[in-house]
């Protein structure tokens, strides 16, 4: 090893993520992804909650390549929809994979019509490290659901999230900065960040 930087997975291949993970980390870890280790092999996600997921991918990183592991799960849960798509928000739209603009298209479907807009994101991240065993750390951000897609930045759902801190402007709307600031991930990342620092 030619530094000293502590290194840890971060359980995902999406650069979005990982670029906005290594934001908040700074110099702090070297965090590597998936591809990374490689490890090219869809991870199972047949938890019912979030919690369960982020664990699910930790332990699958843990046990097979024998990194020290962050993994996170996030759900979109929209009020008036009794919670949905929640755990099921990477595929809520019916067909092969995962598919942002089909499950954005059938979240404004569903909420035609609908009054009640209130909606949040949520993450959950879980770490798993040989020193400190498991621990498990939430984010959330408050919002409606808009009428219809804005913005151009981000990914998944964020042109129709309405963030209730950011006048107005969806996720889309705002820049990495400003959305790390406020949103679930940059939440539950800096609730993470603090736990690290703790050991
Ligand atoms: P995952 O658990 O991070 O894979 O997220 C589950 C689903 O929520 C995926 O469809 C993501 O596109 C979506 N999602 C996660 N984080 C965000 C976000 O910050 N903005 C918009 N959509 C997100």
């Not at 930087?5 to 979005?16: L, Q, S």
């Not at 089909?102 to 035609?112: D, G, V």
Request: charged share 25%.
């Amino acid at each position: 090893m030619t530094h000293d930087i502590p290194e840890i997975v971060f359980a995902t291949n999406n650069t979005h993520k990982l670029s906005e993970l290594r934001a908040i980390v700074g110099d702090s870890l070297r965090v590597l992804s998936l591809a990374d280790i490689d490890c090219h092999e869809d991870i199972p996600e047949t938890g019912s909650t979030l919690e369960e997921n982020s664990m699910l991918k930790a332990r699958w990183v843990k046990d097979r390549y024998g990194y020290d592991c962050i993994a996170d799960d996030t759900g979109l849960e929209v009020e008036a929809l009794g919670g949905a798509p929640g755990v099921h928000s990477a595929r809520y739209a019916p067909g092969e994979g995962h598919d942002s603009q089909a499950n954005m298209k059938l979240l404004l479907k569903n909420m035609e019509g609908v009054e009640n807009r209130h909606a949040r994101f949520r993450t959950v991240i879980t770490l798993l490290t040989d020193a400190h065993g498991c621990s498990v750390v939430d984010g959330i951000v408050n919002g409606v659901i808009s009428a219809e897609p804005r913005g151009e930045n981000g990914f998944g759902y964020d042109p129709v999230f309405v963030p209730d801190e950011a006048g107005g402007l969806s996720f889309a709307q705002m820049d990495a900065t400003a959305k790390n600031d406020i949103s679930h991930r940059g939440r539950a990342t800096r609730a993470l960040m603090k736990l690290l620092q703790q050991f």
